[in-house]
């Protein structure tokens, strides 16, 4: 008599699905009125929106780093993100983690007919045109009347974080015309924008001077897609040699930073500085 084994793939599923459940528990418990987190019980899907984004940040910042421990973790607070929402639409009846979860599966397999069906594709070119053919289908549109380039960009605007919205919104102005000749043309742009920006700050208009730093910022992000550069990647990386420098300037200093002198912390600064730069070289 023979016994049935489950292989290793079935296993990996049915271990998957049996720890999603028991999130799933978890957080019906943590939701409960009987027993359930004060905190958790006060939570709306508007107050959650700013950890649904942080949490998605550290997610993306851990892949960049390359640590798989992290990277696991981040994801497991993204998707208690995700859980925790359904659950919150649940009660009130809005919608079920049940209908999340169809609701994408149908989307995927609608949207790749190479896969799921009998469509065939020679380039992944071919598979982008079919996936926006499809979308387009689904709201309702259709090749012949394409949506208008501002609803596209409105779009970005509402959904992206600004410098990457920014990015999105420039090819696409770019692609439907909206371009300069060479890119001499953008760095005048900048002088101007530059200049502008410097008689918003004597006015002394704050709405006027924000509009004209947008400005600003909008043409650097057009001059960094002129470059084929990254905006967001080049802004993180500042960040980053910022918080490093400041690092090595606290192991250097004897007293909080803020008992220095300017004088003092240029000082600090430029031996944090060289640093840096050395151990960069010797890598």
């Not at 418990?29 to 942080?54: A, F, H, K, M």
């Not at 069906?117 to 009347?145: C, F, L, R």
């Not at 394409?146 to 779009?155: D, G, I, M, T």
């Amino acid at each position: 008599m023979s016994t049935f084994q489950e292989s290793p793939q079935v296993n990996s599923q049915t271990s998957a699905l049996a720890a999603m459940q028991q999130l799933i528990d978890v957080v019906a418990q943590l939701r409960s009125p009987n027993g359930g987190c004060p905190w958790d019980l006060e939570q709306t899907p508007q107050t959650l929106t700013p950890y649904v984004i942080e949490e998605a940040y550290e997610t993306v910042d851990a892949i960049r780093n390359g640590d798989k421990q992290a990277i696991a973790e981040e994801l497991g607070d993204l998707l208690f993100q995700v859980v925790l929402q359904a659950q919150v639409a649940s009660e009130q009846g809005d919608f079920s983690l049940t209908e999340v979860a169809q609701g994408i599966t149908q989307k995927l397999i609608r949207r790749h007919p190479h896969v799921f069906g009998d469509v065939e594709v020679q380039s992944v070119e071919e598979v982008h045109q079919n996936w926006e053919k499809i979308k387009a289908a689904e709201k309702g549109e259709s090749p012949e009347t394409p949506q208008l380039l501002s609803q596209k960009l409105s779009r970005y605007a509402q959904t992206l974080p600004p410098l990457m919205a920014g990015m999105k919104i420039s090819r696409k102005a770019a692609a439907a015309g909206f371009e300069w000749e060479n890119v001499e043309g953008v760095w005048a742009k900048f002088q101007e924008e530059l200049a502008e920006f410097h008689e918003a700050i004597e006015a002394e208009d704050k709405t006027h001077q924000e509009a004209e730093l947008g400005d600003l910022l909008f043409t650097l992000i057009n001059l960094a897609r002129w470059y084929e550069l990254d905006p967001v990647e080049g802004l993180q990386g500042t960040h980053q040699r910022v918080i490093e420098r400041l690092k090595k300037m606290e192991a250097i200093a004897d007293r909080p930073l803020s008992e220095y002198s300017l004088d003092e912390l240029d000082k600090f600064w430029e031996q944090a500085k060289a640093q840096l730069a050395q151990k960069q070289r010797q890598k």
